[in-house]
Nanobody
Framework: QVQLVESGGGLVQAGDSLRLSCVAS????????MGWFRQAPGKEREFVAA????????TYADSVKGRFPSSRDAAKNMVFLQMNSLKAEDTAVYYC????????????????WGQGTQVTVSS
């Protein structure tokens, strides 16, 4: 059974940093992509960042490029989202997800999703 568990969310002030973590278990794909998404109240879920497990290639939404680097720890099956210079508009529930090979990493077409972690940025 595939499981994704996010952690690291919280309430911070604008300009602060947070580090989200996602631990994955229960799948044995030869290659896959780990994605980060967010959903603010009243808005659609949107792509934030993705990291390909094999090779570590990263892709970012324009809104977070340069602020939210993503990384992975292969030994621990974990992926991270370092969120720097946070803004009020970054407030959302953040999700990690797994996509099997050959998918479009910026789309919502991921195969498995975590439950999400709340990030609230006060201005």
């Amino acid at each position: 059974q595939v499981q994704l568990v996010e952690s690291g969310g919280g309430l911070v002030q604008a300009g602060d940093s947070l580090r989200l973590s996602c631990v994955a278990s229960g799948f044995t794909f030869s290659d896959y992509t780990m994605g980060w998404f967010r959903q603010a109240p009243g808005k659609e879920r949107e792509f934030v960042a993705a990291i390909r497990w094999s090779g570590g290639r990263t892709t970012y939404a324009d809104s977070v490029k340069g602020r939210f680097p993503s990384s992975r720890d292969a030994a621990k099956n974990m992926v991270f989202l370092q969120m720097n210079s946070l803004k009020a508009e970054d407030t959302a529930v953040y999700y990690c997800a797994v996509q099997k090979p050959l998918g479009v990493v910026t789309s919502l077409r991921y195969d498995y999703w975590g439950q999400g972690t709340q990030v609230t940025v006060s201005s």
